[in-house]
């Protein structure tokens, strides 16, 4: 039986083990999106410096902002090309928060398939223990005949026999 508790625990650690690693994917995903819009506000304050400094350096020569086709299309130029720039930092940042949310989805996903392989695992080996009739008989009690197995709940211990056709029953614990 310790084998049972043994494959349980285990199964539990992996889930466990999962877990942390689930919560690694979904904090590398919220630092993804901080560093994209870290990456937009620089690219926002370069697009600021690279006007003022077109418009001062305008004001030097005495052309007045606004007044001249050429300043508006150099303004209009920096602004589009900002613009694309912050869209395109925003849709790289948004594809790797997706990324890093879908491994976290897939780690929580495997953390649930360990537990329940775990089950499925411990299942098998008290079946195995209790000599169940699709693995060829036997149990606990030897001999081919009624095997014996107690259960313990609280401070009440439950006495089940084995029949011979392979079903368990309660019994009194002095009918031994």
């Known amino acids: 039986m310790g084998d049972v508790l043994a494959t349980l625990a285990g199964g539990q650690q992996e889930k466990n083990a999962y877990k942390l690693q689930e919560q690694s994917y979904r904090e590398q995903a919220d630092m993804?999106?901080?560093?994209?819009?870290?990456?937009?506000v620089q690219r926002d304050l370069e697009l600021r410096r690279q006007l003022a400094s077109l418009g001062t350096s305008m004001a030097a020569q005495g052309v007045a902002l606004g007044t001249s086709g050429s300043i508006a299309a150099l303004d209009f130029g920096e602004r589009s090309l900002a613009k694309s720039d912050m869209r395109s930092i925003k849709l790289m940042g948004l594809g790797k928060r997706r990324n890093l949310l879908t491994s976290a989805a897939m780690s929580k996903t495997k953390g649930r398939a360990a537990v329940i392989s775990s089950?499925?695992?411990?299942?098998?080996q008290t079946a195995a223990y209790f000599g169940a009739p699709s693995s060829g008989g036997g149990g606990s009690g030897g001999g081919g005949g009624p095997s014996i197995s107690t259960s313990s709940t609280g401070n009440r211990t439950s006495y089940y026999k084995k029949s011979s056709g392979g079903s368990y029953y309660q019994t009194d614990p002095g009918g031994y």
């Open 32 to 40: 993804a999106k901080i560093q994209a819009d870290q990456k937009m």
């Open 119 to 124: 089950y499925g695992k411990a299942f098998g």
